[in-house]
């Protein structure tokens, strides 16, 4: 299985888009990707901007080839739906538009599937769904609220299984709750790719309790699974200081001989938080 970050707070745009190949199939989880509209007062600098339209051409050639796109829900940071084109005669699998959504993503869904219509060569619904390609399979949660709370809506955590296991949270904000963590638990990956909790709105829409809720359940992970690599991302890197405020988890990883990564860095990149140096890249 290869593994491949495409589009991550951690290379410069917000979004989690993710490539993943093996001997049967190839799988893009996340075609999305999008910037801050307003950070620190400012708008995107022009450095986000060109980084967004190289991720996006990048993401583009990625789904050209892909067999299987994958959506675990309807932020836009997630998926693009003005450019329908790139599911054309693939195997598509989203969250279910009707199920466990929020009013906004339902109607977002209901948009795009319209725009869908007779481009995929089929579309599944992925809630609690397991499906086979040859010896590829891949298994998806039940709905788990966008965060600690059902304000932002719901996502689907998917695990794809080849030789090992992969397991990509989506937007659990942490995770934050149990069910979220549960299914990373029996699902027992050896690779994950988490979004981290969202300490860059600490105090504000997101509490310390949740933080703490989040550490917890991160050395959990570590310690209750087969993982030997943790990559941290998404919303985490939005905060310049993301690595001192989960320092009991890398802690924990270190200890238990697990490697804790960026996407970036799992990538073989360097890390630039453009959206958290945005104030330094306006020169204030």
């Given amino acids: 299985m290869n593994i491949k970050p495409l589009a991550f707070e951690s290379m410069g745009t917000r979004g989690m888009a993710t490539s993943v190949v093996t001997k049967d199939c190839i799988i893009l989880i996340d075609p999305g990707v999008n910037l801050a509209p307003r950070r620190f007062g400012m708008p995107p600098h022009p450095m986000e901007e060109e980084r967004r339209n190289d991720h996006w051409a990048k993401i583009k050639d990625y789904a050209e080839h892909s067999d299987i796109l994958i959506l675990t829900h309807y932020h836009f940071d997630h998926f693009n739906p003005e ?95 149990t069910d979220q963590l549960e299914f990373v638990l029996r699902e027992n990956p050896q690779v994950v790719f988490c979004d981290g909790p969202v300490t860059y709105m600490l105090g504000r829409r997101y509490s310390v309790e949740s933080l703490q809720k989040a550490t917890h359940n991160l050395q959990q992970i570590v310690e209750k699974t087969e993982i030997k690599k943790l990559v941290l991302d998404h919303h985490l890197l939005r905060d310049i200081k993301w690595k001192e405020k ?36 306006y020169g204030r």
């Fill in 246 to 281: 989960l320092e009991a988890v890398f802690a924990t990883a270190k200890l238990h001989g697990v490697g804790a990564f960026t996407a970036a860095e799992f990538a073989g990149m360097q890390n630039d938080l453009l959206e958290a140096r945005r104030r330094r890249l």
């Fill in 83 to 177: 450019e329908p084109e790139i599911y054309r005669g693939k195997t598509v699998i989203v969250k279910d538009p009707k199920v466990k959504v929020n009013r906004t993503q339902r109607a977002r869904a209901a948009h795009f599937l319209g725009k869908l219509k007779g481009l995929p060569k089929k579309i599944l619904r992925a809630d609690n769904a397991k499906f086979s390609f040859g010896d590829t399979k891949i298994n998806f949660s039940r709905p788990v609220f966008h965060g600690p709370s059902p304000k932002m809506g719901y996502v689907v955590q998917v695990c794809i299984q080849e030789e090992y296991k992969f397991l990509h949270t989506s937007d659990v904000q942490g995770p934050a709750l």
